[in-house]
């Protein structure tokens, strides 16, 4: 499954780095996607980034706030969030998606059989 990991509590304004990996799986060529579950609502889509790490889809809520990156060698995909508010908070899980689809469509629909992980949780309050 995947792991996500780096969430916490943070100030309006403050920074977090999400990371995103899948011990057992090697996620190289798969289209990496981050969605955010907020309390009481569905799991959506925020971002995608490509295979090989040089395209990316952003939703337009996070769109100049969140940065994504993958780094090969650890076999991990990166969320780099700045500027947080209190609408980004949730539970932030990562899963393989369809590139096409995703970075051309924004359409988070999920590939592969790694199964979802726990999530790791992001909390924007002051």
């Known amino acids: 499954q995947f792991v996500e990991s780096g969430g916490g509590y943070v100030q309006p304004g403050g920074s977090l780095r999400l990371s995103c990996t899948a011990p057992?799986?090697?996620?190289?060529?798969?289209?990496i996607g981050w969605f955010r579950q907020a309390p009481g609502k569905e799991r959506q889509g925020i971002s995608c980034?490509?295979?090989?790490?040089?395209?990316?889809n952003y939703a337009d809520s996070v769109k100049g706030r969140f940065t994504l990156s993958r780094d090969k060698a650890k076999n991990t995909v990166y969320l780099q969030m700045n500027n947080l508010n209190s609408e980004d908070t949730g539970i932030y899980f990562c899963?393989?998606?369809?590139?096409?689809?995703?970075?051309?469509?924004?359409?988070?629909?999920?590939?592969?059989?790694?199964?979802w992980g726990p999530g790791t949780q992001v909390t924007v309050s002051s």
């Open positions: 980034i490509s295979g090989g790490g040089s395209s990316f």
């Open positions: 057992g799986y090697r996620l190289d060529g798969y289209a």
């Open positions: 899963g393989a998606v369809s590139e096409g689809l995703c970075l051309t469509h924004g359409d988070y629909r999920r590939v592969g059989n790694i199964n």
